[in-house]
């Protein structure tokens, strides 16, 4: 589809002025993103029209199926054992191409921290694809996943090493407090946005498509693009009926422009607020 191929494409700085066999290096990895005939069509079209790949350039990268390709979800009745025998010269390894391609990305990463996170989005995006474990764990780089651990415990030194502040406003009893005391009819500030947001320990990107039902949450925003997971209904406001009647209220807030959607992304808008009024 258009989202995939246009991430691909700016990650792996494909342009037009390619040649044929420096575009076809991308096939086995795309062949693996692209997973039905709609969505390779997709593609196709947002190669020519959105960055002006000729025709030739198009099916370089993006072949016509052949017929022993399997569909999406197509069972054989012949166990698969391509994985388990040496490949025949001339055909792809599609391990080492997976893990070329994890380099690539890893690599291309500000650090190893970020790098990691681009290979459990890569792993995750294969699994759900449906490829075969052996395949997944291509991706898997030690040295990056070792790197990313130890930036991630310095960091976590540095923090308790330093402290952190937070305002009497924000402590939990605080916050506790005014949860208990809001009336829903009434029209929310941002101050209970913000009490809400904690509550469910939540960035503010993600509260408009919350939903709390029978011990549940979804619409987290790691869910995006893929199925969405229902996770168990974790909350400072243990109530659940109540904790769904305070989300509610502010979501209903937010559509109805009574708490206004500044329409950015990120939490910049939301920190000047916070900052205003002094608590950051």
Not at 64 to 93: I, L, Y
Not at 176 to 202: F, G, T
Not at 209 to 216: K, M, S
């Amino acid at each position: 589809m258009a989202g995939i191929t246009t991430r691909y494409v700016t990650e792996n700085e494909l342009n037009n002025e390619m040649s044929i066999e420096e575009l076809s290096r991308h096939t086995p990895a795309l062949d693996i993103l692209l997973t039905d005939k709609t969505k390779r069509d997709q593609a196709r079209r947002r190669l020519k029209k959105g960055y002006n790949f000729s025709k030739k350039q198009v099916f370089a990268l993006i072949p016509k199926q052949t017929a022993g390709r399997k569909k999406e979800g197509a069972v054989s009745n012949t166990p698969d054992t391509t994985q388990e025998v040496e490949p025949e010269e001339g055909t792809v390894n599609v391990e080492k191409e997976v893990e070329v391609i994890a380099k690539a990305l890893s690599g291309m990463a500000s650090n190893a921290s970020a790098g990691l996170s681009r290979l459990t989005r890569l792993q995750r995006e294969l699994k759900a694809l449906g490829a075969s474990k052996k395949i997944i764990s291509a991706t898997f780089i030690p040295d990056i996943t070792c790197s990313a651990n130890k930036i991630q415990k310095e960091n976590r030194l540095l923090r308790e090493n330093e402290g952190i502040y937070y305002p009497d406003n924000f402590s939990l009893e605080s916050v506790k407090e005014r949860l208990d005391s809001y009336v829903v009819s009434n029209i929310p500030d941002k101050q209970a946005l913000a009490d809400v947001m904690i509550m469910l320990c939540i960035r503010p990107g993600e509260i408009k498509d919350l939903h709390i039902f029978n011990g549940n949450v979804t619409g987290y925003g790691k869910n995006r693009d893929q199925q969405d997971i229902p996770r168990v209904f974790r909350s400072l406001e243990k109530n659940e009926e109540w904790a769904k009647q305070l989300l509610i209220w502010i979501q209903e807030a937010i559509s109805s422009r009574q708490l206004r959607d500044p329409g950015k992304p990120g939490v910049l808008w939301f920190n000047t607020f916070l900052k205003k009024d002094e608590f950051l």
